[in-house]
């Protein structure tokens, strides 16, 4: 054991001196203070919105903070007024993928990485949209991914793997979701689509007017949105999809919009990139904190899946913060849960992610919602 000793020494302390470290100034935009109202806790929820910074943990929230604003800033998110943490691993996982994590909010279960609404022995699990469609809601997914990527295909799809796209999309087509925009041309047979839905491919078709006759699939890239002044953001895309759900006598709605790329941007330990897309993903909060302040009968529940690469802030240098990437995968550590509007007290705490399910279920009182068949 002693002739061993060394040499494991030396290693640790080589692999500690290669890790790569980046300097990030430090910014100094001022705080715009958002109105946030007091809500009853007696209250229940008509409508519920689910927004996901895919892979963004405490401290890419963290770093984002310090680059827009500085230490003391307080971005869109920081001031939300129920804050709690989630749990993240799989069903034999202490490491979770999107898809796991994804299912646990779309069906309050746990499954194995790779598989999508479905439980560990491969039998269909119901989703969150499936259950609310039978209550007479509508429903719309976002995210700067492929719509049929990992997080927004949980809350629709049910299959043994992710990357079945092709059959993923078909799934999408023939589900009860009324609104999805994202990316993913690539998967879908586009001239079929236009006999089905409204099919948008481009950002000016977010100013149109649509009927309601149809649903509405929006796919702005081959793949994932790559950002360009050509290409809509999820603050765009998320507040077109709210007036289109807006727009209906329904029971009410459900949404959830992601901020896909921030997750990429951290597998590739690029951290330009994820401070501009969380800069997407903030701005479309503060869109929705204003929404649900007007509203008042929305629930907002803001999350992440897993943290991304594992990112430590490590000292201040001069004007700017000195960050270290841990890995190019996802970490196991636990992440925020950030709550407004009626039932958001229910998400003070600690929680395993599959009890976020159950507690928008209770917030809009689900056992007591009567059946119901709406469309937009």
Known sequence: MKLFLPIIVLFFISGCDSVKTEIVKIGSMETQYLEIKDFPNSLKAKNVILAIGDGAGINQITVSRLAIGGPDHKLSIDQLPHQGMSLTHSHNNIYTDSAAAATTWATGFKTKNRYLSIDANKEKLTTILELLNSKGYVSGIVATSSVTHATPAAFYSHIDSRYKEIEIADQLVNSSVNIALGGGQEFFDLEKLKTTHDLLTDKESLRKNYSSSKRIIGLFDEDGIERSADTPSQREMTNFALDQLMNNKCSGFFLMTEGSQIDWAAHDNDIVKMIDEFKDFDKTIMD????????????????????????????????????????????????????????????????????????????????NLNDANCDL
């Open 288 to 367: 929705l904190i204003n929404f649900v302040s007007e509203d008042q009968e929305t629930l907002l529940i803001i999350t992440a899946d897993h943290e991304t690469g594992g990112l430590k802030i490590l000292k201040q240098k001069n004007g700017s913060a000195v960050i270290q990437w841990g890995t190019g995968s996802h970490t196991g550590e636990p992440v925020g849960v950030y709550a407004y509007g009626p039932g958001a007290e229910l998400f003070n705490g600690m929680m395993d992610n599959t009890e976020i399910h159950h507690k928008i279920l209770e917030a809009i009182g689900y056992t």
